[in-house]
């Protein structure tokens, strides 16, 4: 019942995208790799490069499309249920560890924060992760650890990263073996009971049970490293890579292992963590929180989170921020989606504890989360974060239906992802293909090279390739910039006026919307032609 209610209540806050044509990485990988395998049957893509990406997800996605339809409504309402599922998750993990009150009051932070919202729809892969995720997590401080391992199975075939999570248990296990607390398995301070009578050998019988638990539970934490060895060897035998194409693993490993990097990466994935998007309200409330007695309720103290699931939260968040400080190209929010329910649970377990007018805060905190969904913050980030998305996908749908208007038979010079927009009409923009140059980026360096080709193409598709707030945090800092666009990619692209200067072509059409544009620049060649009819 729960489910159904998390499912309907996400599919009505999300009632206003579900039409939407497919976004960013969802039209450059993901929706053509599940496409292929609704085709074709292939685990390996041939429409787009594989990345190597396990094809949980795809799969699932193929199957919904199989019985259903291949629309993007079939597509955000499927990923919509993988969301309910993890928020299912999320209130169980909590109420398990904490209580019902503190369960709902996740939920309701976890549903709103708007990386999580703006995923929910999204066909990306670390949605379905988290919530294999959480799950996981549920079974490991219950002690059952088949389950365990069947769940983080799961979220390692939804994506490769998810794998981090068992890792930083077994850190924890690691760590706590070694400071003396070899009991660590008894994560809710349960105890199993033996029927066996008081004798010189009951202290060594525990001792013996203790021991073979804690082997179980480390089995089933190493147990989903295979599933995904079985995947990486079947893509290794299909395509002759383990880790996807040379070029994905030059971006996502290889270009990502410089020191200066790793610490800059880390402290964004720490802002991430606590602060990104609106988090710092509920991170900093709970810091100031503790310096407050605890409440009492008949004159006990209110529970807290024991401390073992709470150091073995604080382990799997740990290592998952310093794995993806090393390893990913793109610095995204979206990454950390498997640790964020857990800062939020032990954030809002705090508040329960401490802070009288809880509830108060966690709706401050939820109405913030809200209003994040449609104002843009006043530092960088990325446009699948919030519902800049939507601004994006319909802007670009305006301008692909004017280019299929009026210059259905032209070559149309652009940039990725808007290239495919334009020639897939399976993506949902245009209804015929269109001829593509592609360009890296609208920089003036990459314009400047792509005026010496004019002659190849006939009208310019131009659009902004990333958000740049009013005022920028660190704006007059040089050295920032100058780190920003050598480890993270950072650029800018010129204004449509000067790249219409710079193509030596016309602007016929601009639009601005939340930050953003789009343009289409009408070369000379296209009005000599319509000049001479």
């Known amino acids: 019942m729960l489910f159904v209610l ?102 309701l932070c976890t549903a709103t924060y708007p990386v999580f919202f703006a995923q929910s729809s999204l066909a990306h892969l670390d949605l379905a992760a988290a919530g294999f995720t959480v799950w996981a997590l549920l079974a490991y401080v219950d002690d059952r650890p088949w389950a365990t391992a069947a769940w983080f199975s799961l979220a390692a075939l939804a994506k490769e990263t998810a794998i981090i999570a068992p890792i930083g248990l077994l850190a924890w296990q690691v760590v706590a073996r070694i400071a003396g607390k070899a009991d660590s398995s008894h994560l809710l301070g349960k105890r199993v009971r033996f029927r ?96 407050l007695p605890p409440i009492l309720d008949e004159d006990q103290e209110r529970k807290r989170i024991t401390v073992n699931v709470q150091l073995s939260f604080l382990a799997v968040i740990v290592v998952y921020a310093l794995v993806m400080a090393v390893i990913g ?47 843009n913050p006043s530092y960088g980030f990325s446009m699948e974060d919030n519902l800049a998305y939507r601004d994006y996908i319909e802007l670009h749908e305006r301008a692909a239906n004017l280019l299929q208007t009026h210059y259905a038979t032209s070559r149309v010079l652009t940039a990725w992802p808007a290239s495919d927009e334009v020639n897939r009409p399976f993506l949902g923009y245009v209804a015929r293909p269109m001829n593509v140059l592609r360009i890296e980026d609208f920089t003036v360096q990459h314009l400047t090279g792509a005026a010496d080709l004019r002659s190849k193409f006939d009208v310019a598709l131009l659009f902004s390739t990333k958000y740049e707030p009013p005022h920028r945090w660190f704006g007059r800092w040089r050295r920032w910039e100058q780190w920003n666009t050598e480890f993270f990619g950072y650029h800018r692209d010129a204004p449509p006026e000067i790249a219409a200067q710079i193509l030596g072509g016309r602007l016929v059409y601009s639009e601005r919307r939340g930050g953003q544009w789009v343009a289409i620049i009408e070369m000379q060649q296209v009005q000599e032609a319509r000049a001479d009819r």
């Open 6 to 107: 998390f499912y309907v209540a996400l599919l009505v806050l999300h009632i206003q995208v579900l039409h939407l044509p497919y976004f960013w990485d969802e039209a450059g990988y993901y929706v053509p790799a599940a496409r292929d395998l609704l085709l074709t049957g292939s685990l390996i893509p041939h429409s787009t490069v594989s990345n190597a990406h396990p094809p949980l997800v795809m799969a699932y996605l193929a199957v919904a499309w199989k019985l259903v339809g291949f629309t993007p409504v079939v597509t955000r309402c499927a990923m919509l249920s993988i969301a309910a599922f993890a928020l299912l998750g999320v209130f169980r993990l909590a109420q398990r560890v904490a209580h019902p009150e503190v369960a709902l009051a996740s939920v």
């Open 196 to 291: 066996t009578a008081r004798n010189d050998n009951s202290e060594e019988f525990f001792s013996t049970a203790r021991a073979v638990r804690d082997r179980r539970t480390t089995y089933a934490l190493v147990l989903p490293l295979l599933p995904l060895a079985i995947w990486y060897s079947y893509h290794w035998h299909r395509t002759g890579f383990i880790f996807g194409n040379p070029e994905f693993f030059r971006y996502n490993v290889q270009a990502t292992l410089n020191p200066l990097r790793i610490v800059l990466a880390l402290g964004l994935r720490l802002w991430q963590l606590l602060g990104y998007m609106g988090l710092y309200l509920l991170t900093l409330t709970t810091l100031m929180a503790m310096w």
């Open 329 to 375: 190209g793109a610095v995204l929010a979206r990454y950390l989606l498997p640790v964020i329910p857990l800062v939020i649970i032990i954030c809002v377990s705090t508040l329960r504890r401490r802070v009288p007018y809880w509830r108060l805060v966690v709706a401050i905190v939820a109405i913030a989360f809200v209003v994040g969904w449609f104002v």
